[in-house]
């Protein structure tokens, strides 16, 4: 079974939310956009809504965190390849992101994260697709 994912996020701002993913160069699903919700489209299974703070708490019993000061998760976004990290993280960086970490290469997978302009935690991550078929362990067995 093929299932959907939808990633719900509190945002400050939108249009500014909006425009920042925009610039990395995610589109969006207008039929579920309003003045409230952005529906992201990561792909025809993942996409994120980005919801105003009040709209967001209407969905959940607890308070909403605070994402410039506490991480409750990270998402990740697959590239096709290292340049397309590099070349992503780029865009974020200059759409307002702010670095959390060095690049981290692992040889069969390599990443770059991220602060959005809420302060949520993303990263782009690429990995060598035999390792994705195979496993990371078997992989490196296999490489050695």
């Not at 994120?48 to 209407?58: E, G, K, T, W």
């Not at 409750?72 to 970490?101: H, I």
Request: proline share 3%; aromatic share 12%; charged share 25%.
């Amino acid at each position: 079974m093929s299932r959907l994912l939808f990633l719900n996020l509190p945002v400050a701002d939108l249009a500014a939310s909006r425009a920042f993913f925009a610039q990395l160069g995610f589109d969006f699903d207008e039929k579920f956009c309003d003045e409230g919700a952005a529906c992201m489209v990561v792909s025809d299974q993942a996409y994120v809504m980005l919801l105003q703070r009040d709209r967001f708490a209407d969905f959940v019993t607890r308070p909403v965190a605070d994402a410039a000061k506490e991480t409750a998760l990270t998402a990740c976004v697959s590239a096709a390849s290292r340049e397309e990290v590099d070349s992503l993280y780029a865009a974020a960086e200059a759409a307002g992101a702010t670095a959390v970490k060095d690049p981290q290469d692992y040889g069969f997978m390599y990443q770059r994260s991220f602060h959005d302009l809420d302060g949520h935690h993303w990263e782009i991550a690429w990995m060598d697709p035999v390792a994705v078929e195979k496993g990371p362990a078997e992989f490196a067995a296999d490489a050695a």
